[in-house]
């Protein structure tokens, strides 16, 4: 008697535990599917972080850009049209696909008209640092949208997808890719929407291959996730020589600097406060931030191109800001 009673007890607590998980695995999946929605909170959330994100990066405030990246609604949507893709349901992807497009090209337009209206031509490291993606964008893209979507389906540790959205930064180069249009400086724009696409890829890679071991998908959905493979790997080998001129400029910026600190009588006679490349340009902008007792004239940044040149094996141009030190005492007022 005692054992029939613990089968049934046994039966009925198996039986409520997988409409449990039942519930759970469909509340999953409707979040997902809610993510593709076009709606006004979508729509406001893409503004408000477009604008927050053009005037962080016209301001090169790090800080500012960060909380832009918090409040962008891009990451779900990415999600929606993932699991659209694996579940082959046309309609989710669609609209997933639609609400993103949208949401790209009102972010790029948005931000190409706040930076024609501000008007700055000088581009700030917070800018110059998202047009020249490489492999290791790919990666944290990856790993992103892997714990992403972990936390998608995972309640316990939702709180995890702000700083997943801090991590991989999708509405940021957006709005340079629109600053970039402003300024007519159509490279920039190219490289912007190179490390968009490549943050995309990751996280649908990354999203497409969560859903499929958390069982939210269907696991014969080969062709989806083929696909998104052929197309991440297609963008390896650009990224990856990307990654190696990065590595050689960096080695370049040091060399120049320390020769130009250490070896010419300029700098013997100013202190080098910053500096800032611009690779983008051809030959390489140089600026430098200076302290000097006095003003440099054309001829010595002349003569310090020619040594940079010598020095490195590369062209560039320099351009000298200096900040002159003046000594000011009481007597100098007649007091």
């Known amino acids: 008697m005692n054992a029939r009673r613990l089968a049934r007890w046994w039966h009925k607590l198996s039986a409520l535990e997988r409409l449990r998980d039942r519930t759970h695995h469909e509340a999953v999946i409707s979040s997902v599917v809610a993510g593709a929605a076009l709606n006004t909170d979508y729509v406001a959330l893409v503004v408000a972080s477009c604008a927050i994100a053009t005037f962080g990066l016209l301001e090169n405030s790090p800080a500012v850009v960060i909380g832009a990246m918090i409040i962008a609604p891009i990451m779900p949507v990415i999600q929606a049209a993932a699991y659209g893709a694996l579940e082959g349901s046309a309609p989710i992807f669609w609209r997933g696909a639609a609400t993103l497009a949208l949401g790209v090209l009102a972010s790029v337009a948005l931000s190409a008209s706040l930076a024609k209206v501000v008007g700055l031509s000088e581009l700030g490291s917070e800018i110059l640092s998202r047009t ?5 964008d790919l990666g944290i893209a990856l790993a992103a949208g892997a714990i992403g979507g972990f936390a998608r389906v995972r309640s316990s540790i939702a709180n995890t997808l702000a700083g997943t959205a801090i991590a991989v930064a999708l509405m940021p180069p957006l709005c340079v890719a629109g600053i970039g249009i402003a300024v007519a400086r159509w490279q920039i724009s190219l490289g912007a929407m190179f490390l968009f696409a490549t943050n995309l890829l990751g996280i649908t890679l990354a999203s497409m291959i969560v859903l499929l071991l958390g069982g939210y998908a269907r696991r014969r959905a080969r062709s989806a996730l083929g696909w998104t493979v052929a197309l991440t790997m297609s963008i390896v080998v650009p990224l990856a020589v990307s990654l190696r001129t990065l590595v050689r400029e960096a080695a370049l910026e040091n060399a120049l600097h320390e020769a130009l600190t250490t070896r010419t009588v300029t700098f013997r006679q100013a202190t080098l406060v910053s500096s800032r490349f611009d690779w983008l340009l051809d030959p390489p902008e140089v600026t430098l931030l200076v302290r000097s007792n006095a003003m440099l004239s ?38």
Request: aromatic share 4%; no cysteine.
């Open 298 to 335: 054309s001829h010595q940044v002349a003569l310090l191109e020619v040594f940079a040149r010598r020095v490195t094996g590369q062209r560039f141009k320099l351009v000298i800001d200096v900040s002159q030190i003046k000594s000011v005492t009481a007597e100098a007022s007649g007091q």
């Open 132 to 136: 020249r993606p490489n492999l290791l």
